[in-house]
């Protein structure tokens, strides 16, 4: 088999990768009636190798790479990943080279919000690689721009550098260093968010109804009739029994009607960065510290949290990103203030209910936000 024919067998094996691991995460988009946070990434990336420096180059044709890796988002566009890779390196002479290596490391993502067109991608891994019988420390920086083509999926072109440590006693000291060109796609996994025990519209009327029963009517008394036959008259006597009065059922009494809840805004509200939902209350400790105070002074006050998003990004990605600060915020609230969980609401608008219409930064600003109110148990 040739370089080329080499070249083309893999390239055609990892685009089957590609997509059937496309075809299986299909099913798990969210239906736009679910809330749905996406927390754990699922990225693939693979495309060309090239090594850049002496005496390897002179024996390594360039070749292919695959990756594949596994995040956690823990604070806003800063994810945790581990990672496998393969890498492929035809020889001029001899046997090809081949390393795996397994790594761990930092991802920030800044393409939430952006739209279509997503934004920039850099993310620094380190690990051991393997390669024949040895193993080496294995450096591995990249960068790119990701295209969001749902709330779920993203992916564009990635840039690669990797250095495969050599140690001082090694009869061949150099470190490798390679370049790895590619396309890498993003898969996120869906989380359901259990947001809005709280009707959207703030009808707590229909939550609250009370139900009046009403008192059935009065059965009426029947009269009944019997027939007597006198003996030896042919005449025929028919006597009438006394009506029996039935005692009418004693009306029941409506249930009294308990008025509806009735909710106090507060003046609180925080305010998220683009794309942002990790709240730690630093920023706002003061403020929220009051709305604590009147939550243990007052135990018949149930917390109300809604989240909000601009207009920037899709419907769908607003609703989930307003969902998450909300309960980033809820999750705070009861664990600083020591509130049970059960006196806490959360419910989420997305970018339905907007607190600035002008347009522009300091607008969608003002929109990114969540606000509190006490509402009567």
Same mark, same amino acid.
């Given at each position: 088999?040739?370089?080329?024919?080499?070249?083309?067998? *893999?390239?055609? #094996?990892?685009? +089957?990768?590609?997509?059937?691991?496309?075809?299986?995460?299909?099913?798990? @988009?969210?239906?736009?009636?679910?809330?749905?946070? *996406? &927390?754990?990434?699922?990225?693939?990336?693979?495309?060309?190798?090239?090594?850049?420096?002496?005496? /390897?180059?002179?024996?390594?044709?360039?070749?292919?790479?695959?990756?594949?890796?596994?995040?956690?988002?823990?604070?806003?566009?800063?994810?945790?990943?581990?990672?496998?890779?393969?890498?492929?390196?035809?020889?001029?002479?001899?046997?090809?080279?081949?390393? /795996?290596?397994? !790594?761990?490391?930092?991802?920030?993502?800044?393409? +939430?919000?952006?739209?279509?067109?997503?934004?920039?991608?850099?993310?620094?891994?380190?690990?051991?690689?393997?390669?024949?019988?040895?193993?080496?420390?294995?450096?591995?920086?990249?960068v790119g721009w990701e295209l969001v083509f749902?709330?779920?999926?993203?992916? =564009?072109?990635?840039? %690669? /550098?990797?250095?495969?440590?050599?140690?001082?006693?090694?009869?061949?000291?150099?470190? =490798?260093?390679?370049?790895?060109?590619?396309?890498?796609?993003?898969?996120g996994i869906p989380v359901r968010a259990t947001?809005?025990?709280?009707?959207?519209?703030?009808?707590?009327?229909?939550?609250?109804?009370?139900? %009046?029963?009403?008192?059935?009517? $009065?059965?009426?008394?029947?009269?009944? +009739?019997?027939?007597?036959? #006198?003996?030896?008259?042919?005449? !025929?006597?028919?006597?009438? !029994?006394? +009506?029996?009065?039935?005692?009418? &059922?004693?009306?029941?009494?409506?249930?009294?009607?308990?008025?509806?809840?009735?909710?106090?805004?507060?003046?609180?509200?925080?305010?998220?960065? *683009?794309?942002?939902?990790?709240?730690?209350?630093?920023?706002?400790?003061?403020?929220?510290?009051?709305?604590?105070?009147?939550?243990?002074?007052? &135990?018949?006050?149930?917390?109300?949290?809604?989240? *909000?998003?601009?207009?920037?990004?899709?419907?769908?990605?607003?609703?989930?990103?307003? $969902?998450?600060?909300?309960?980033?915020?809820?999750?705070?609230?009861?664990?600083?203030?020591?509130?049970? $969980?059960?006196?806490? @609401?959360?419910?989420?608008?997305?970018?339905? %209910?907007?607190?600035?219409?002008?347009?522009?930064?300091?607008?969608?600003?003002?929109?990114?936000?969540?606000?509190? @109110?006490?509402?009567?148990?």
């Amino acid at each position: 088999m040739t370089i080329h024919q080499r070249w083309r067998h *893999h390239l055609a #094996s990892w685009g +089957k990768v590609v997509v059937a691991s496309t075809l299986l995460l299909v099913p798990l @988009e969210a239906r736009a009636d679910e809330v749905e946070m *996406h &927390p754990l990434r699922l990225h693939g990336e693979g495309g060309l190798g090239f090594m850049l420096n002496e005496p /390897y180059r002179s024996r390594f044709e360039n070749g292919v790479d695959a990756i594949a890796r596994f995040g956690v988002e823990i604070a806003g566009p800063l994810s945790v990943q581990a990672s496998v890779a393969n890498l492929w390196l035809p020889a001029q002479q001899g046997e090809r080279g081949r390393m /795996y290596t397994l !790594e761990g490391g930092l991802r920030a993502s800044f393409s +939430k919000g952006g739209g279509f067109l997503g934004g920039p991608v850099i993310d620094i891994n380190a690990g051991v690689g393997f390669t024949g019988g040895l193993r080496r420390l294995v450096v591995d920086p990249g960068v790119g721009w990701e295209l969001v083509f749902a709330d779920w999926v993203s992916g =564009g072109p990635m840039l %690669r /550098y990797m250095q495969v440590v050599q140690p001082s006693s090694d009869p061949q000291p150099n470190d =490798g260093r390679l370049f790895l060109a590619g396309i890498g796609l993003t898969f996120g996994i869906p989380v359901r968010a259990t947001v809005g025990t709280v009707d959207q519209e703030g009808d707590s009327q229909d939550r609250l109804a009370s139900t %009046r029963r009403v008192p059935e009517a $009065a059965e009426q008394p029947e009269t009944s +009739k019997a027939v007597a036959t #006198s003996a030896g008259s042919s005449d !025929e006597a028919v006597t009438t !029994e006394p +009506k029996v009065a039935e005692a009418s &059922p004693a009306p029941i009494a409506p249930e009294p009607t308990r008025p509806a809840p009735s909710a106090i805004s507060l003046k609180e509200r925080i305010h998220f960065a *683009h794309g942002q939902a990790v709240f730690r209350g630093s920023e706002n400790a003061t403020a929220l510290q009051d709305v604590c105070r009147q939550m243990k002074e007052e &135990p018949h006050l149930v917390l109300r949290i809604a989240g *909000h998003a601009d207009e920037t990004g899709s419907a769908g990605f607003n609703q989930s990103l307003s $969902a998450q600060r909300a309960a980033s915020v809820a999750r705070w609230m009861t664990e600083s203030c020591e509130i049970p $969980a059960s006196r806490v @609401e959360i419910t989420a608008f997305g970018d339905s %209910r907007p607190a600035c219409t002008e347009g522009g930064p300091s607008c969608n600003a003002k929109n990114r936000r969540v606000e509190f @109110e006490l509402v009567e148990r």
